[in-house]
């Protein structure tokens, strides 16, 4: 019953930076661990960061640690990912995600729920 949609999504120069927004419905968002996970052309769908219920709790893939951020407004019901110093293969498909994860980093079993998607291309 949670509806997940991504926004601020396109391209962007390699070195740029870009801001992702994840709005639910449906539910109250505090009572969800959420994530943002990506999937690049040819390649298998990879968690990118959680966030805890609270958003209290950050973790990160080794591949965009110190160069993302998530973030959590529950009031808003959004979560955000902050994304710098893009690289041209930070290139994919993004989905936000909810799940119970806590305090763990997200993986793909504990997705409850998923969004359908926002496209981010880094030029070279």
């Known amino acids: 019953q949670v509806q997940l949609v991504e926004s601020g999504g396109g391209l962007v120069q390699a070195g740029g930076s870009l801001r992702l927004s994840c709005a639910a419905s449906?539910?109250?968002?505090?009572?969800?661990?959420m994530g943002w996970f990506r999937q690049a052309p040819g390649k298998e769908r990879e968690i990118v960061a959680s966030?805890?219920?609270?958003?209290?709790?950050?973790n990160y893939a080794d591949s965009v640690k110190g160069r993302f951020t998530i973030s959590r407004d529950n009031a808003k019901n959004t979560v955000y990912l902050e994304m710098n110093s893009l690289k041209p293969e930070d290139t994919g498909e993004y989905y936000c995600?909810?799940?119970?994860?806590?305090?763990?980093?997200?993986?793909?079993?504990?997705?409850?729920?998923w969004g359908k998607g926002a496209l981010v291309t880094v030029s070279s």
């Open positions: 449906g539910h109250t968002l505090s009572i969800y661990a």
């Open positions: 995600a909810a799940g119970s994860w806590s305090y763990r980093l997200a993986a793909m079993d504990g997705v409850a729920y």
């Open positions: 966030i805890s219920r609270s958003g209290g709790v950050t």
